[in-house]
């Protein structure tokens, strides 16, 4: 008997009671029918999470932040070995509960339009390419090669338009122009859907005035009907029971239960979907309807081998020891050193030398194990922070002096005068680790130290912060500053000599910036989000409107442009060519693509990876189109004095505008395609960045 016939035999046994305890998130057993109770809830945002001992790799924003996503694959399949081992062990020891199980509701794929979002460590930045590649790469990982028998079943979420602010996500109602919608919110989701991705996990707020876990128009009209998607939609955690209690849109829990199913929402993370019982004898739901919903989530767990015998499973004989192993300790490392990022390096403070006698460490993030982690993570036994990274990197190594004072508290202004600080009097060089972590940004409820639910209400460095810097800055002493977080933060271009943004880098976050800073490493991490040179730059964080909000939409000089990240080294674009100059509409399809060459040199010493970018800007545009739009990017290891070209395709959907109403077009006229190392907007060159190259090409 085939898949399709043994799960239509299977409900055919099923009551209805039996039916509606499968659609919720902690499935019951069905013993008679041999069933095994199921609880569908698990996370491995950067490593499985919350289920014990697990490699932690760099969050989600930070891996986008290497523009690699091969590496990101590896990465996946690496946590997808992992949850296999666990879920193998688990059943073995009859343990069936909630984070042992192999649906994961990863990854995130939101677009961080605003960074005063707790919640954007969890994506994948602000670029609709960057995300679908990204994406696409950890589903991959996650999924492994062959759709109908899945190593875990990946979820893209949250569907859709939903970037915070976290203290209204419950009462929400976003409204995007059809533009912004099909233009920025919407790409990632469709890339996602359209390569296989197995779920997908509807919001909470309403979206265009419809709840998203019960959106005609988002669920039925576009997932299901543009998109073809044949997989299973989830709703974010008692999203449904949010319908009557905050949105208001029903009025009791079986009203709620029945618009979402109706709505083609399969599954329910919360509490609702048992009143469905209550929903079928009210004539609210059909069992036709409850019978769609139930093949859809059955049909994930046959994907997924639940039914077959654990001798027979590809993965079966994963166990504990690949948990946490040294191959994938040795690539979380690999991950954090790819994703730092050297914001400033004046006169080639680093990477330090033995020239300095003595270092002090200081700041709060130093020896913070909370500023490796971020959110949604799991348990490493070899947590090293920065401090225990850069103690162990020094050692006697350099004959160097390595002192630490904490200076000053991460959440608020000390208590004590910053007037003494101890051995900075003396340094050499101060190696001051600030910035934030997961008590001030985060999901609602998760960041305690936070007034706004999770988000920020500013994005400059704590003020208590800055002032212990400028006290520093005051003695004359030269300052590495070392910045961690999940968000973009501003801080004053003369605070500091040379600066690191270094992310939640994971367990082995301290080895990896220790490595950067002593030269062992070149950065070559890439900003997967602009960083606005202040607060005041942002539109307001409750319009959903891109108008001014990312590099794409902005209008004002950043303190740093999407895709920037200096390097130890000096890289010249030296051109660019295209394969046509002049290319007619009708000929240019995604199946016949114009190449694009470029030829990079990389100037200096220093053996170093660089991320090509290509942005495609259209000549003429209107007033409401994107400046740029990245339709490509590599990653490429160039040796000092040496140059490669590399060659990329131009397909006709990168030409494509989005009109008022939503629709995609390709319009005639002069476009130009730029080769950068950062997005093409108002950013001055002396930053260290090479002069992109462009080229132009048109359509007819």
């Excluded at 993965?315 to 790819?338: M, P, Q």
């Excluded at 400046?627 to 990017?633: E, K």
Aim: net charge negative; hydrophobic share 40%; charged share 25%.
């Amino acid at each position: 008997m085939d898949r399709e016939s043994k799960i239509k035999e299977l409900i055919s046994q099923m009551t209805l009671e039996e039916k509606v305890s499968q659609l919720s998130y902690t499935s019951a057993a069905i013993p008679r029918l041999g069933i095994p109770e199921y609880n569908w809830w698990n996370e491995c945002l950067h490593g499985v999470a919350r289920a014990g001992i697990a490699t932690v790799f760099p969050q989600a924003i930070a891996m986008a932040a290497t523009f690699d996503d091969a590496l990101v694959e590896e990465i996946a399949d690496a946590i997808s070995d992992e949850a296999r081992a666990k879920y193998n062990e688990g059943v073995k020891q009859g343990n069936r509960g909630q984070y042992w199980g192999l649906s994961f509701w990863t990854p995130n794929i939101n677009i961080f339009r605003d960074p005063r979002w707790g919640r954007g460590q969890e994506t994948y930045g602000e670029d609709p390419y960057l995300t679908s590649r990204i994406g696409l790469a950890f589903v991959r990982g996650l999924q492994g090669d062959d759709p109908e028998n899945l190593k875990l079943a990946a979820c893209a979420k949250h569907y859709a338009v939903h970037s915070g602010p976290e203290k209204d996500r419950h009462t929400f109602n976003a409204i995007p122009t059809k533009k912004d919608l099909f233009e920025t919110y919407l790409p990632a989701f469709k890339a996602l859907v359209e390569a296989g991705v197995e779920s997908v996990m509807g919001a909470y707020n309403r979206t265009l005035d419809e709840a998203c876990c019960a959106s005609n128009f988002l669920l039925k009209e576009i997932l299901r009907g543009r998109w073809g998607f044949k997989g299973h939609v989830v709703s974010d955690c008692w999203a449904i029971r949010d319908f009557h209690e905050f949105h208001k849109i029903t009025k009791t829990p079986e009203e709620s239960a029945a618009l979402a199913l109706n709505a083609g929402c399969d599954l329910n993370c919360g509490c609702t979907y048992p009143m469905l019982t209550v929903s079928f004898k009210k004539g609210l739901v059909t069992e036709e309807a409850i019978n769609t919903a139930l093949e859809r989530v059955l049909r994930t767990r046959f994907k997924l081998g639940m039914f077959d015998s654990p001798k027979k499973s590809r993965w079966g004989k994963l166990d504990r020891k690949i948990i946490n192993c040294e191959k994938h300790r040795a690539l979380a490392l690999k991950a954090a050193h790819k994703s730092i990022v050297l914001l400033k390096n004046d006169n080639n403070l680093l990477p330090l030398d033995s020239s300095p006698k003595t270092i002090v460490v200081t700041g709060p993030a130093a020896a913070n194990t909370h500023a490796l982690l971020g959110n949604y993570y799991g348990l490493s036994p070899r947590l090293t922070t920065i401090l225990e990274g850069l103690g162990e990197k020094v050692g006697d190594k350099f004959g160097i002096n390595l002192a630490y004072r904490q200076g000053c508290l991460m959440y608020s202004e000390n208590s004590r005068s910053l007037v003494h600080y101890g051995e900075a009097n003396v340094s050499d060089v101060v190696i001051a680790v600030m910035g934030i972590d997961g008590a001030i940004e985060g999901e609602e409820g998760d960041a305690i130290a936070s007034d706004s639910n999770g988000d920020r209400d500013t994005i400059e460095l704590p003020p208590w912060q800055l002032k212990y810097l400028r006290a520093i800055r005051d003695a004359g002493k030269k300052i590495i500053l070392i910045l961690t977080g999940g968000s973009p933060i501003a801080f004053p271009d003369d605070i500091a000599d040379a600066v690191i943004f270094a992310w939640y880098p994971g367990e082995s976050g301290g080895l990896a910036v220790a490595d950067v800073i002593f030269g062992d490493v070149v950065p070559s991490g890439k900003l997967p989000i602009t960083f606005p040179a202040s607060t005041a730059q942002l539109p307001p964080y409750e319009d959903y409107s891109m108008k001014g909000r990312t590099y794409r939409f902005m209008t004002e000089k950043p303190l740093y442009p999407f895709g920037f990240g200096l390097s130890y080294t000096n890289f010249r674009f030296d051109s660019i060519n295209l394969s046509a100059k002049s290319v007619s509409k009708g000929d240019l399809t995604d199946g016949n693509a114009v190449k694009a060459s470029v030829t990079l040199t990389n100037t200096g010493k220093f053996d170093a990876d660089e991320v090509v970018q290509l942005y495609i800007s259209r000549d003429n545009r209107g007033e409401n189109e994107p400046v740029a739009s990245l339709r490509g990017f590599r990653r490429v290891l160039i040796p000092g004095g040496r140059s490669k070209t590399l060659e990329f395709e131009l397909f006709a959907s990168f030409f494509e505008s989005v009109s008022e109403e939503g629709e995609y077009q390709l319009l005639s006229g002069s476009y130009t395609v730029i080769a950068a190392d950062a997005a093409p907007v108002p950013v001055s060159v002396e930053k260290g960045a090479p002069a992109p190259v462009s080229a132009k090409i048109n359509l007819i």
